[in-house]
């Protein structure tokens, strides 16, 4: 079985959008490396964070913001497809 | 556990985008009824499947059609809260 991704959002915060987007965006880029990407409404107030198959890798209260689309997607790769190269993005 | 709707798309077919637009209009209505949604690219060309704790409630070649978006929210509330009301949207 592939991954999974899992957005864990506070509804209550309106975070479902911005979550929604980055479905869309992790599901554009990692399509054949990902079984797929759950939108989890949080029961937690304030709660934003990013787990693959359980395993959290970006909380937004540890880091103190949103994490950025590249970094987030730098951080997926690492896990998911490690050769796999972002392209232009990854240039300086 | 809360049921998990799990939406298989086709990613080859350009239907994302339907899916997330259809994972955000559940996640609003169902969002303390639902664990999550989950989008789930298909190995399967022209799929298009809805589920709900693995149980199939809805495929578009079986429908020779996609889903209806109010449709779609009356099977979801049927197995996750039956006496929710979808509002408005039920009335004739």
Not at 4 to 10: H, K
Request: net charge positive.
């Amino acid at each position: 079985m592939k991954p999974t991704v899992t957005l864990e959002y506070c509804p209550k915060c309106g975070w479902l959008m911005r979550s929604a987007w980055m479905a869309q965006e992790l599901l554009t880029t990692f399509t054949d490396d990902v079984h797929g990407v759950l939108l989890h409404p949080s029961e937690f107030s304030g709660r934003f964070s990013v787990s693959v198959d359980g395993v959290k890798i970006f909380d937004r209260k540890e880091a103190g913001r949103f994490p950025d689309i590249k970094e987030l997607k730098q951080l997926i790769r690492d896990i998911v497809n490690p050769e796999k190269s972002l392209g232009h993005s990854e240039k300086k």
